[in-house]
Each structure stands twice: as structure tokens, then as C-alpha cells.
């Protein structure tokens, strides 16, 4: 974009131009800042002789230049440091002044990475959290995210249950129905693809399992929309930074390998009826059904499930010099799945190196890392049949062709779900590697300009092969057999080129920091995939399929790319006044031209209040500060390509046959050519506040967030377009909310080593989506397929309700709180709300939704001489579950389906269904919830010198919940339908450093 | 500054503005084809217009499901002629289904509103196919031909053919809408995209229909071996006769000498009846000698969950076999309702295949497969008794215009006054009645009243979704006069509320085009 680029430019030479060369006089001050506490030099420490200021550099000098001669105070101050004054004499050449400083508010001075660069946490105008690797979950963490569950206010981290199954993360809220609403992830500043997790990885697993959590140093979540703007396109939902550990210099060097080990059970499976339980309702349903039941007392659920292990060993080596540093890890990973058949597998490599050149001006680093996992999946369908399986059938036949039993008929009915886990396959091999090199270089000629490249990459080649022989009783009766294999490859690289500019000096009143850059990322995907059913023979398993009567062969290419300018300038007078403005200029391939391009700019302020004289020392504050911004971020996370009119060819499966042969035919899409991007506009307000030196602290947000140009599937007039749906810019979603943050160390004695840590969030988000059609109209859009009849979907977009609002029948309850049945009349069970006397899809209404409204998490940590401890605590509060599992195996009509009879769901002795209430709000639950995510003990000792640290971490102790399915917490969508349950897990491990 | 850094700066310098300048984020699609090239393919113009008759029984790109052409219903039973058979047969006196697929049950018991999913659906599948013939249409004219340089004779003579039968196809469609739907937009290729349409009269939609029917009737494709599952003339003579039999439903105008005319000119073409009733209904059925116009399946080859793969695994259930009927298994769908089976008479073999064991006559619970008797009409067997080429897909045609449909039209239209000779309208009649008895036995010695032929048309036609449209033209579907199990959401029958005879606009409709105009009642 030309005339962008001009703007940079000509700013930057406006910054060169004005910067004062060389006018340097007569005597000038010289000298190196330095922590006294431990003696490190520090950086960005403003020092100020007369009316002449400067910031130390990197390595801690300074030089103020045009000092005159004579007495002066040089005052030295840094957020978070005290105050020095100093009181120096110029004559007529350098002086040197030496000063140390003295840590007060250690907090506020903390270096948070931001994206483009970093900032001291007190300087910090937006709402960002910075956790690192001392608060991080413990215990067998296979996805990096997982290490910051409930430790951010705001942040919502799900999981699917299984070992290293995909996760989700919510910040403040969804702010799309159709594009994605996760967050950016960018590690080592290489912007990760979008979608969940940031890139490839095989389906169900999470695209960050790639990465060790034992690599990861700190992460930091940028949750409003101004201090995610710098990277605009994709910051709608938030940015995660991930930084890995990185060698230390000529400190910290040496060997450190951690171990664990863990034992994993299951807490909680669907509430089904015994084999006493069922046989008896068989005889009162289906009498004439009995005779089939033989009599075995099987628990499926407990053969299906067992105590998972898992191990885990990470060796990594750090050493440096002065001017290098690096570290070397490996890392291995083996973690069981509670349920039988399931599991990961990760081993991984990674390498971090820096180096500093020409006498620190040039600085490199560079970090490689890659893994391998290897997954296997529990094959699809054994939940659902080990709920449905009839408990009095017994699970073995050593006459049956699989040795398994199974019911001998043609019609659908549940089969042995050890059957599947036994003879069927599902894995996937994932091999991914991130890596990038990083120049920045102080440029000689001008002091505190600073050009930076970033050179990244991403490959990932995901595999995954499902094989399900052709003798499994279900597809005896149907598909006979599935051969499927997916070979995806992804390939993204990233160039990114900044300067930044911090001059020594100030400007006007306070210091300026510029940052401008060019970014450049493109991604090719390759996903081919073959699918072959009714399989000739099983005999080569998952090797191969000899032969097929249908197969499938597909391969799909995916280009995308996505160009940036970008620039920030940040103003800071005297740590006090403090303003932040930046804008981001995206252009993306998926949008038609005279779309492409799209602007994000933001704005931020804070007031400093505690750094005014009048606040100074009042009430024992050591910060408060008040910060207000505005910015408006993009999101293009969603499919390539829509904005072509494509045509689609028919499959092998799907042609016409036409007069004297079958004819493969092609379709024209329904498509919207000026599709554009989603921009969220959002509004932060927050208040920063620290006491007693930052030994209390914490800081409360209030924002709203208005995403516009919702891209979404709508339906379109059945004349406006060639199909009923098109995916365009229509609509514009709502989320407000509030954050709070505590955080305190309680108890702090130096000598006896005790201590207690503690920190609070609370976060509430109300979502509303404000419309769906130009019209403004009543109009709805169902989803959310659940399981039970076909096609039916018990969720809906409907404006004036929160996304994915439960859409159901209100259901009537008798005196003794037993809800009413009666299928013959509906409207003596269903309240008829439109009164017009019949009860049918008129009388359903939105009710509750997935979403917690409030998000509560407490982290405590102690020390006591050599022992430490910590647990975290997670509640959720307004969160609503569709139990499907209860709807729809809860009718006793499954008894008397031309199946074979199923087993049902024990709510049916409460409610007494015989025909399926799908649309009842009996099933729509408060899955409220408050749970001990993790405990952990340790106790640290040396042995022969070496520091050895061996604890023990419960993880998911206990939960106390009204809901009555398997777990409150999984999913996103809040449709329980036989999903992976939850495990509690207790880990050992042992930790040495030589 | 030192040389190296000098060259070095000036290098990165260099190197960052000729990144700079890649400032084009423009990536065209590999692996999919666009509108841009799709038409320089001489063989795009067959694969466009096969996919507006697949239209008819597919539901997507991928076999049975997984791409779908619409969306806000499950693909499997939103595929055109599932739902067409729902709308036509389940709130009538012939068929029940206890499913619980969202918007079903409104349909058997008569309370269906404006945002029933089947009913919804089914206005968008029509207009899915009106939007793709008119698609096609706008692409294939002799100018966009000369343009692309497709000069081929052969291709241009094709292309003519198939210019006809996607108007034939747009006009089934039509007839469809205006049946069901009553007033409702018209659009054809010369009106845009993107710009809600005005909504006309039922009349004049009407009019419309006939009109271009009459236009293609003689462009259409001659019958012959090129020509199985695409329209022929006689295809447009028998919608003709159809539009013509309803003419004063939809136009406030009787045509039955229309009716009588365009039956005949089907009669003429050179069908027969088969001599097998069964066989119509058969995996084989692509041999039957009475089928006018059919949508193709085939086991591999053209596989949906909906059409014949619906019909004949819905049909079984309770204690029936589903081997028996060529398939892998039985859904347990639908059964008749008393009142269709009790128009069977002993010797009628078009009951041969009823299903009564451990089933009841009359439909008190309509979510239990064994309240009703079963009627598995349609099966994925052979004439020769073997299977079709799988048992999860049909092999199976759908009879969409046979011929005994046409001697009941020249019929019943005779006997209301349409002209033509009784006494060939009786030898019609006699023939359907002869080989359902195998014997003269059941014969008619004189054209009975015309209440007779609706009762015929129920016992020949059953299940062939036609039956809503009957009840509508004989005044029965809505009125007190005759009624049926759950007829109005009462397990003996009652009147339906005003307005029933036709469907709702779906309530996004109505919001989406603000145009239109709801029927009354709902």
C-alpha cells in the first residue's frame, strides 16, 4: 500500500531529522545504571542532569551530552525503583557517574513482552496479564495453554478431556459465530496460523502440543483490543505471546532434568441403568424383549475405562558467555488416556541461541524446536455404546467372528464398544517445527534506533488413519468397513521487518518510543485424503486397503497470505502521563479486490496518579494508575477462497446418471464477492493499584466489545443468491464485562522462609448478539446438532439472546417436581406459550446458554523452610449444559425402536419418557461448578551439592456441581453428548539441576 | 562507522524495500475452479445441467451427504423429494411416521407453522432448482457459446436440448411452488442476483408455467436410449395434464379439456402399462415400460439418504426383514393410516405386499412402528429377485410421472367434463383395475362418479406423493367433510385450521424479502 508506506518513511526521516546529531558542548555526563540488588545493569532508566535527560541502553550506560559546567543532582528514576538522587560536578569533559538503584515495587519494573517489542509492567496502557513459568499449572500439562487455566482474569481455558486433546480459549468472550474466536498465538514473535491453537495439527489434538511446556518461559495474554491492535487482522480475540526459555549467559548455566510420573482415573461416567435396572424395565416396555436379555451383570463403562499412565522426562542444557547464551532440550511424553485405546506420544527437541556482535549493537537470536506426536484416538462410537449397550448382555463370544458379543440383527442398535477398541485403529502422527531468527541491530548512527527482521517458519505434517474392519457388528449391517487416511501439510513462513526507535533524549516534556514495520506471511496447505468403505478384506489392517468397492480420493490446496504495515508510538512523561497509539494496515488474501485492505488503529492513556507529589505515599500506595482506550481489531480466521464463485464437482458417490451413463456434475456456490472483514471495536477502562511496595496489587477492567460486519452464514432470500445460505458480512455481536485481578503475598518472612502467595480473578462477560439480518427482524438461525432422531438442533442465533442460546420447550413439572408426560397431549407437558392450543417448533424459546457468566479462579502458593505448596481453585457460575446424553437415551421408547433395545439413561426413572422430549428444558442444566484444578507439594534438598526438588500434584481433586452428566466444563458448545470424561490425575516427579 | 557496517546497513536497507514492495495480497485458487474457466469446458454445460436433475434426488456434491447444496436442515431429509413426499403424504389420509426429525410430527397431525423445517426446506429446494436453471440458462446461451468459442454442432445441438429441459425442469419446480406455496415469486434468468423479487399470483405463475411449457414441449429430447431420467416431450405433455387437471385450484379456471388433451398426447407417445405393478417400484424398475419421467438412483453411483433410499428403508420395521427388501436394515418409518388401507379390497394386489403381522389397522399412537399397517411398496430387490448393487443405497428409481397417472388423469377429466371418449376413459380405467385383480373381476361396467377416482387414485397412486394435491382438487384435504386419523391433531380427524390447503412462506422468508406477502391463516 503505497501511500502507507510513504507515511512511515517520511516519519522516519522526520525522526532523523530532528534528532540532535552531534550538538554535542561542553561537558557531558557518562556512567551505567545498575540494580543493586543484583548488580544487573538496567535498561530504560530515565536520568536527568539539569534539564537534560537520557535512558540507559541495554547494558545499562547513559550519556547526557551539553551538560555546562558545574554542581547539578543527577536524578535517576525507573518505575518500580526508588528515587536517587545525586548530586554530581561537571567540569568541561565527561564526568562519570555510576548509579545503583534500589527495587521498591519490584512489579512495576518487571519486562512484559508485548507484541513488537516489550514494556516495564508500570508502563504498561493496556489490559495485559504476564504469567510466568513460577505461577504455571503443574502436574501432566501436555498443552502449553493448559499451563495458565484460571491464573488470567477474563481467560477461559477448554479442554476436551483426552490426553492432549484439543483446547479452546476464550478471551473475554466469543466475538464471532462463524470465524474463529480464539486467539492469536505467537511464539518468539512468529505469528502462529489462526483457528484454534494456531495451526496444524491431526484433528482432536491440540496445534500446540508441538511445543513442551517445559520450554516455555513466561505467557503473556494481551486482553483488550489496544494493546492487541499492533497486529490487527487477527487480534479481535485476543493475543497470547508465548516466550521460550532461553540460555541465561554466564549464569544459570548446566544440566537440568525434570521427571514425572502420573496415574490417571476416571472421575465421573454417564448415569446408566444397571442390568437389575433394565431388565426390569424391558419386562414392563418391551415384555416380549425379555427372553432376548441373558442375564450378565456388565458394566461397560469400567471395561471401556481404565487408570491411565503417563511419564514424562525433560533434559535441557543451558550455558553462555557474556556476549551468548544457549539452551538445548529434549523432551519425552507418555501419556495414557483414561479411556482404553487413546493416548499421546510427544517427543521434542529444541534449541534457543543468542548472541550479541560488533559490541552489542548487533543482537541474534534464534530458536528451533520440533516434535513428533503420535496420537491415538479411542475409535469413534465406543462412548456412545457403552451407554447404549444393554447392561445384562455379556461382552464376550468366543463363537462370534470378532469374539465379542454382539446383537445378531440387521437394524440399528448399539454394539460392543471393546469390540471397536480391540479391532479397530485411529491414530495420527503429527511432525511440526517453529523456528525463527531474529537480527536486531543498533544502527550506529543514530543512538536508540534499532532495525529488526524476524524470519519465521512453521512446518507441519499431520497424518492421521482410521481403519474400522468390515466383521464390527455396525458395519456388518451397514458401511462394512472404513480405510481412511488424511496426509496434510502445512507450510507457513513469516517475515517481519520493524525499527524502533527510543531515543536517550526526551521529547517535549516526556520520552517518545516509535515502532513502524512491514510484515509479510503466506501459508500453503496441502490436504489430501482417501476414504474407502466396504472394504474387500481386513487382513492388512491399517497398513492398506487391497481393496474397495467405494472410494474416495480427494486433495485440496490452500494458499493464503497476509501483507502489514504497522507502527506504534508510545509517549511517556516522567512514568506518569502515558499514551500508546498504534495502527495496523492488513491486507488478506481472502477478501475480493477493493476488500483486501483493512486499517486497525488504537488508542490508549493512563494517569500514573500514585506518581504525582500529592498521592505520594498516601494510604501506603505504591501504584495506582488509570487507563482508558479505544481500538478497533479485524478477525479473518474462517475459510479460504469465498470470495470466488466456485464450482464444485460431484464425488464418485454423488453423480447423475443422464439418459445413457452417469455424469459427474458441477455446482456454482452461493457467494458474496465483497466479503470483508469482521472489525470488533472495543472500549477498556481499568485501574491498576498496588500497595505496601506492589506486596498487594491487582487491577480491575470494564469493557465492551461491538463486533461489526459479523461474517456469517445466513440465510439469504431463496431469488438472491444459489443456494439458501451464503457466508457475508451480516450482523453484530455485543460483549461486556468486567474484570478483577488480586494479588497478595500474605505472609513474607526471609528468615523462616515462610510464605503464602495468593491471587483472585474474577471475570463476568454477557454476550448478546445484537442481529443477524439487515431487517433487525425476529428472525433465527438454529444449530447445534445433537444426538437422538436426526437432524435435530437444540441451540439458536437469535438477536436480543447470547450465542448459542439453548432453544427448548418449557417443560411442566407435577407437585412433586416430576416433570409431566404426555405424549398424546403436548400441551399438558410443554407450556403453550404462543396459546394457540397446539404445541409445536412456535413454542420453543431461548433459555440459558453455555457460557459462564462469571469466571472465579484463586492460586495460592506457600514455602516453609524447604517444602512449598499450591493449589488453584476454578468456579464457573451461570454456565448451562444440554445433557443429551439423558435426552436421548432417557425414553424408554429405545426399548421398542426396531432396533435392539438400548440401554437407557436413569433420568427416564424420574421423568418416565417413552418417546424421546429432545426440545425439554429438563435437559438444559445449571452446570455451575466449583473445582480444585490442581495441588501440589513440594519439598527441594541437595544431595552431594545439587539442588533436587521432588513433588506431588493432584490435578482435577474434587468438583462440586449441580449438574448430572459427566463433567460441567467440556466443551465449548455445551452439548454433552457421550463425551470423553474427565480424569483425575496425581503425578510425581522429581526435579535435579547439575 | 566501519565499511562492512556501512554495506551491511545499506544491504538490509535494500533487501527491506524490495520486501516492502510485495504489497499484493491476491492468491488465486489451485485446487478449485471458478466461474472465470469453468464454461471452457465443453463438458461443463452436461455436468451443469445433470446437476438441475440431480437436484431432484441428491442433496449435495459428495454421495449420500457431506457437501450439501442447502443448508439449515439435515441433508438426509432434505434432499427434494423426501421432503415433497412428506408435504404430499403425511398430513393426508395415507401415511404416518413416528419420528421425532424436527417438524415431522406437526406434519402428521396438521399443525405445521411457518418455520417447520420441512416445510421450509422444501421452498428452498425449489428454488434451489429454479436458481439453477436460471443459472444455467444465463451460461449456455448461443452469445456466451460464441464468446468461450464452442463451435462444436454436436455440443451446440446438446446445449439446445438442454437449454429446454433445464425450462422443463424450472417449470416442475414451479408447478411445485405454486402447489404447495401458492403465490410466489418469479424469477428467471433475466432477473438478477441479489435483489429480492416481487411476489405474483399463483395465476400468473400459472400461466407462466404453461407458457414455457408449451414452448420446449417440441425442443425437448425425443425418447430414446440417450434419453432415461432426463424429460422428453411426453414429460411436458404429463406436467401439462397435471397443471391443466388443478387448473381451477390454482387459477379459479377448470381446464380439464386441457387435461384431457395433454393425457392423451401422453397416452399417444408410446408408453405401456407394465405388466407387473410391483416392478415400477423395483431395483430393476429402469426396465418398466410405463415410466414417463424418473429421478435415477443407483446404489454407486448416485446415493442420497432421501428419494428411494427414504421410501424403501422407512417402509420397514417392526417384524418385518429388511433383507426382504434388498436393504441393510429398517429405519421403521412409515405405515398407512386406517383410512388409505381400508380402501383395499381382498384380491387387490396392489395390497399384496401389505405387512400385517404385529401390526395394527388403526394409527392410536403414531410413535409406534406397529399402530398401522405397513405397506413396504417400494423395495431395492429385482423382477429376478436379487438384490441391487448394494443394501445401504438403492438401485431403485423415483417414479416422478408414470402412465397409469396419465389414464387416471384422461379419466377423471372426462368424467368432469373435459371431453375426449368416455369409452376410451373406461378401457384406462379398466386396464389399471385388470391388472390389479389379474382379472376382469373388478372391472367397472361404466365410468363411476368421480368420488370413485379419487379412492382409485389412492389405491394405484399411494405413496407416490401426489395425494395432498388430490384431497386439495377434490375439496377434502382441509374441510370437515372427510377426515382421518390425526387429521388436525385429534386421533379421530377434524377440520384443519383455514388456510391449509396451502403451506406457509418460511418465516426467514418473509424477513428476508420483505416482498412477500404470508398466506392467510398463518
Known amino acids: 500500500m503505497k501511500p502507507l508506506l510513504q507515511i512511515i518513511s517520511l516519519a522516519g526521516l522526520a525522526v532523523l531529522c530532528a534528532a540532535p546529531l552531534c550538538a554535542q558542548q561542553a561537558g557531558a555526563v557518562r556512567g551505567r545504571v545498575t540494580d543493586q540488588a543484583t548488580q544487573q545493569p538496567l535498561s530504560g532508566v530515565t536520568v536527568t542532569v539539569a534539564n537534560r535527560s537520557a535512558l540507559s541502553q541495554a547494558d545499562g550506560r547513559y550519556f547526557i551530552a551539553g551538560v555546562a559546567a558545574g554542581s547539578y543532582t543527577l536524578r535517576a528514576r525507573m518505575i518500580g525503583y526508588g528515587l536517587v538522587d545525586q548530586p554530581i560536578t561537571v567540569g568541561s569533559d565527561t564526568a562519570l557517574v555510576d548509579v545503583t538503584l534500589t527495587g521498591q515495587a519490584i512489579g512495576l519494573s518487571a519486562v512484559v513482552v508485548t507484541g513488537y517489542g516489550e514494556q516495564r509492567k508500570g508502563d504498561i496502557t493496556g489490559a495485559v496479564t504476564a504469567v510466568t513459568d513460577s505461577e504455571f499449572n503443574t502436574g501432566r500439562v501436555i498443552s502449553p495453554q493448559m499451563l495458565i487455566q484460571s491464573k488470567v482474569a477474563g481467560v477461559q481455558v477448554v479442554d476436551n478431556n483426552e490426553p492432549g486433546g484439543g483446547l479452546s480459549i476464550r478471551i473475554r468472550g466469543a466475538t464471532s459465530v462463524n470465524a474463529s474466536s480464539e486467539p492469536l498465538y505467537v511464539i518468539d514473535g512468529v505469528p502462529l496460523g489462526n483457528g484454534a491453537g494456531g495451526g496444524l495439527s491431526v484433528q482432536g489434538r491440540d496445534p500446540l502440543n508441538f511445543l513442551s511446556p517445559g520450554d516455555v518461559e513466561d505467557i503473556t495474554v494481551l486482553r483488550d483490543a489496544s494493546a492487541a491492535a499492533i497486529y490487527g487482522s487477527n487480534a479481535a480475540n485476543g493475543v497470547v505471546l508465548i516466550t521460550t526459555k532461553s540460555g541465561k549467559g554466564r549464569h544459570g548455566g548446566g544440566f537440568e532434568y525434570t521427571s514425572s510420573a502420573s496415574a490417571s482415573s476416571v472421575t465421573k461416567v454417564p448415569e446408566m441403568l444397571n442390568a437389575a435396572q433394565f431388565a426390569t424395565a424391558v419386562a414392563a416396555y418391551a415384555p416380549a424383549r425379555s427372553a432376548l436379555l441373558l442375564g450378565a451383570n456388565t458394566d461397560w463403562f469400567s471395561l471401556i475405562g481404565r487408570t491411565a499412565t503417563g511419564q514424562e522426562h525433560n533434559v535441557s542444557f543451558t550455558n553462555g558467555t557474556d556476549d551468548m547464551g544457549y539452551r538445548l532440550s529434549l523432551g519425552y511424553l507418555n501419556q495414557d488416556g483414561i479411556i482404553r485405546a487413546s493416548s499421546t506420544e510427544r517427543l521434542s527437541v529444541g534449541i534457543n541461541y543468542q548472541q550479541r556482535l560488533f559490541r552489542d549493537r548487533l543482537s541474534l537470536r534464534t530458536s528451533v524446536r520440533g516434535s513428533r506426536t503420535l496420537d491415538h484416538f479411542t475409535p469413534g462410537g465406543v462412548l456412545g455404546n457403552a451407554a447404549g449397550m444393554a447392561p445384562t448382555q455379556p461382552a464376550l463370544d468366543p463363537t462370534s467372528s470378532t469374539g465379542y458379543w454382539d446383537w445378531n440383527t440387521t437394524n440399528a442398535s448399539p454394539s460392543n464398544p471393546l469390540a471397536s477398541i480391540a479391532l479397530a485403529r485411529d491414530h495420527g502422527t503429527t511432525w511440526r517445527s517453529v523456528g525463527n531468527a531474529q537480527a536486531s541491530y543498533a544502527l550506529p548512527f543514530l543512538e536508540g534506533l534499532t532495525a529488526n527482521v524476524n524470519l519465521g517458519y512453521d512446518l507441519a505434517k499431520s497424518d492421521r488413519t482410521t481403519f474400522i474392519p468390515n466383521n464390527l457388528a455396525a458395519e456388518v449391517r451397514q ?64 497398513n492398506g486397503v487391497p481393496g474397495a468397492a467405494n472410494i474416495t480420493n480427494v486433495r485440496d490446496i490452500v494458499d493464503y497470505k497476509l501483507i502489514s504495515f504497522f507502527g506504534r508510538a508510545n509517549y511517556n512523561i516522567s512514568d506518569k502521563y502515558l499514551a500508546a497509539v498504534s495502527v495496523r494496515h492488513d491486507g488478506s ?368 481433586a474434587f468438583t462440586i456441581t449441580g449438574y448430572s452428566g459427566v463433567d460441567p466444563t467440556s466443551g465449548l458448545n455445551g452439548i454433552d453428548n457421550n463425551i470423553y470424561p474427565r480424569s483425575r490425575t496425581i503425578t510425581t516427579g522429581l526435579n535435579v539441576r547439575f | 562507522m566501519n565499511r562492512t557496517t556501512k554495506a551491511v546497513s545499506v544491504a538490509a536497507v535494500l533487501l527491506s524495500l524490495s520486501w516492502t514492495g510485495c504489497t499484493d495480497p491476491t492468491v488465486a485458487p489451485k485446487s478449485s475452479v471458478t466461474s472465470a474457466n469453468i464454461f471452457n469446458d465443453p463438458n461443463s454445460y452436461r455436468a451443469f445441467i445433470a446437476k438441475i436433475y440431480g437436484g431432484l434426488i441428491v442433496t449435495g456434491q459428495r454421495g449420500p ?342 389414464y387416471l388423469i384422461y379419466v377423471e377429466a372426462n368424467i368432469r367434463g373435459g371431453g375426449g371418449s368416455a369409452a376410451t376413459a373406461l378401457g384406462y380405467l379398466n386396464a389399471i383395475r385388470q391388472r390389479a385383480y389379474g382379472s376382469t373381476s373388478a372391472n367397472f361396467a361404466a365410468l363411476p362418479p368421480v368420488d370413485t377416482l379419487l379412492a382409485e387414485r389412492g389405491r394405484e397412486l399411494m405413496f407416490e406423493a401426489g395425494r395432498r394435491t388430490d384431497l386439495v382438487r377434490f375439496g377434502l384435504f382441509s374441510t370437515a367433510t372427510y377426515v382421518w386419523a390425526w387429521k388436525n391433531n385429534v386421533p379421530g380427524g377434524a377440520a384443519l385450521a383455514a388456510g391449509r390447503d396451502l403451506y406457509p412462506l418460511p418465516a426467514n422468508e418473509l424477513i428476508a424479502n420483505p416482498n412477500l406477502q404470508q398466506n392467510p391463516g398463518y
Request: glycine share 10%.
Open chain 1, 479 to 542: 458401511r462394512h468397513g472404513l480405510f481412511y487416511i488424511a496426509n496434510n501439510t502445512q507450510a507457513n513462513s513469516v517475515l517481519e521487518m520493524y525499527g524502533t526507535y527510543a531515543p536517550a533524549r526526551t521529547a517535549g516534556p516526556g520520552t517518545v518510543s516509535l515502532t513502524g514495520g512491514y510484515s509479510y506471511t503466506q501459508s500453503h496447505g496441502e490436504f489430501p485424503w482417501l476414504q474407502a468403505t466396504d472394504l474387500r478384506t481386513n487382513l492388512l489392517g491399517d
Open chain 2, 65 to 406: 451427504d457431506g457437501n450439501p447444496d442447502i443448508g439449515g436442515i439435515d441433508e438426509g431429509f432434505g434432499e427434494y423429494l423426501r421432503l415433497y413426499w412428506y408435504l404430499q403424504e403425511m398430513p393426508t389420509d395415507e401415511a404416518v411416521i413416528g419420528w421425532n426429525d424436527p417438524g415431522l410430527g406437526d406434519l402428521n397431525r396438521g399443525i405445521w407453522g411457518p418455520s417447520n423445517s420441512m416445510v421450509n426446506a422444501m421452498y428452498y429446494r425449489v428454488f434451489y432448482q429454479i436458481m439453477l436453471a436460471n443459472e444455467f440458462l444465463r451460461q449456455s446461451t448461443d452469445a456466451k457459446l460464441d464468446a468461450r468459442g464452442q463451435n462444436d454442432p454436436t455440443l451446440r445441438t446438446n446445449v439446445h436440448f438442454y437449454r429446454a429441459e433445464a425450462r422443463f425442469l424450472r417449470a416442475l419446480s414451479y408447478w411445485h411452488g405454486i402447489d404447495l406455496f401458492g403465490a410466489i415469486p418469479l424469477v428467471t434468468e433475466a432477473d438478477p442476483l441479489g435483489v429480492p423479487p416481487k411476489q405474483i399470483s399463483r395465476d400468473s405463475v400459472y400461466r407462466f408455467v404453461v407458457t414455457e411449457l408449451n414452448a420446449v414441449v417440441g425442443a425437448l429430447p425425443p425418447a430414446g436410449a440417450s434419453t432415461y431420467g432426463r424429460a422428453t416431450p411426453a414429460a411436458a405433455h404429463m406436467l401439462l395434464a397435471k397443471l391443466y387437471l388443478n387448473a381451477g385450484i390454482y387459477t379459479g379456471t377448470a381446464n380439464y379439456a386441457g387435461a384431457v388433451t395433454e393425457a392423451a398426447a401422453v397416452i399417444a407417445a408410446g408408453y405401456s402399462l407394465d405388466t407387473s405393478f410391483v416392478h415400477n417400484f423395483q431395483a430393476d424398475n429402469n426396465t418398466s415400460p410405463e415410466l414417463i419421467f424418473v429421478a435415477a438412483q443407483d446404489g454407486g453411483g448416485t446415493q442420497t439418504w432421501g428419494g428411494m433410499t427414504f421410501l424403501i428403508h422407512a417402509g420397514c420395521g417392526g417384524s418385518m426383514s429388511a433383507g426382504t427388501y434388498g436393504v441393510d436394515y429398517c429405519w421403521g418409518g412409515y405405515r398407512m393410516k386406517q383410512q388409505i388401507y381400508r380402501l383395499f379390497a381382498a384380491g387387490d394386489k396392489r395390497a399384496a405386499f401389505f405387512w400385517t403381522t404385529g401390526q395394527t389397522d388403526s394409527v392410536a399412537d403414531i410413535g409406534n412402528f406397529s399402530n398401522g399397517i405397513a405397506a413396504p411398496k417400494f423395495t431395492n430387490k429385482k423382477s429376478t429377485g436379487a438384490n441391487g448393487t448394494q443394501m445401504g443405497m438403492v438401485d431403485t428409481d423415483f417414479p416422478i410421472f408414470r402412465l397409469a397417472d396419465a
Open chain 1, 589 to 956: 488474501s481472502r477478501f475480493g479486490p477493493g476488500n483486501q485492505w483493512g486499517t486497525f488503529p488504537s488508542v490508549a492513556l493512563a494517569w500514573r496518579l500514585s506518581g504525582e507529589d500529592f498521592m505520594r505515599g498516601k494510604w501506603g500506595l505504591s501504584d495506582l494508575k488509570l487507563r482508558a482506550s479505544w481500538a478497533r481489531t479485524g478477525n479473518q480466521a474462517f475459510g479460504d477462497y469465498l470470495q470466488y464463485a466456485t464450482y464444485t464437482y460431484s464425488d464418485a458417490q454423488s453423480q447423475v446418471w443422464f439418459g445413457d451413463q452417469f455424469v459427474t456434475t458441477i455446482r456454482p456456490s452461493a457467494v458474496d464477492t465483497a466479503i470483508h472483514w469482521e472489525k470488533t471495536s472495543s472500549y477498556n477502562a481499568g485501574v491498576d493499584f498496588g500497595f505496601s511496595n506492589q506486596r498487594y496489587y491487582g487491577t480491575f477492567d470494564w469493557y465492551t466489545k461491538n463486533t461489526s460486519d459479523l461474517i456469517f452464514t445466513v440465510p439469504v432470500c431463496a431469488q438472491c443468491n444459489l443456494s439458501n445460505f451464503v457466508t457475508t458480512n451480516i450482523g453484530s455481536m455485543k460483549n461486556r464485562g468486567f474484570e478483577l485481578s488480586l494479588n497478595a503475598r500474605l505472609i513474607e518472612r526471609r528468615p523462616s522462609g515462610l510464605s503464602w502467595t495468593a491471587s483472585l480473578t474474577a471475570s463476568h462477560n454477557t454476550n448478546e448478539l445484537v442481529s443477524i439480518n439487515p431487517n433487525q427482524s425476529v428472525s433465527k438461525i438454529l444449530r447445534g446438532n445433537i444426538s437422538g432422531g436426526v437432524g435435530n438442533l437444540i441451540q439458536v442465533l437469535q438477536p436480543g439472546v447470547p450465542i448459542n442460546s439453548f432453544f427448548v420447550f418449557e417443560q411442566k413439572y407435577d407437585a412433586t417436581g416430576k416433570p409431566i408426560y404426555d405424549n398424546a397431549t403436548p400441551t399438558n407437558m410443554y407450556v403453550d406459550r404462543n396459546g394457540d392450543g397446539v404445541i409445536n417448533d412456535s413454542d420453543r424459546r431461548p433459555f440459558h446458554d453455555p457460557s459462564p457468566k462469571w469466571i472465579l479462579g484463586h492460586s495460592s502458593y506457600f514455602t516453609a523452610g524447604r517444602l512449598d505448596a499450591s493449589f488453584t481453585v476454578r468456579a464457573y457460575l451461570g454456565n448451562y449444559v444440554y445433557n443429551n446424553v439423558a435426552s436421548s437415551n432417557g425414553a424408554y421408547q429405545n426399548l421398542t425402536g426396531s432396533g435392539m433395545p438400548s440401554n437407557l439413561h436413569a433420568s427416564v426413572l424420574k421423568t418416565g419418557f417413552v418417546v424421546p422430549q429432545y426440545y425439554s428444558d429438563f435437559f438444559v442444566e445449571n452446570a455451575s461448578f466449583l473445582r480444585v484444578d490442581n495441588i501440589n507439594i513440594g519439598y527441594n534438598f541437595s544431595y552431594r551439592g545439587q539442588p533436587f526438588r521432588v513433588y506431588g500434584t493432584v490435578q482435577n
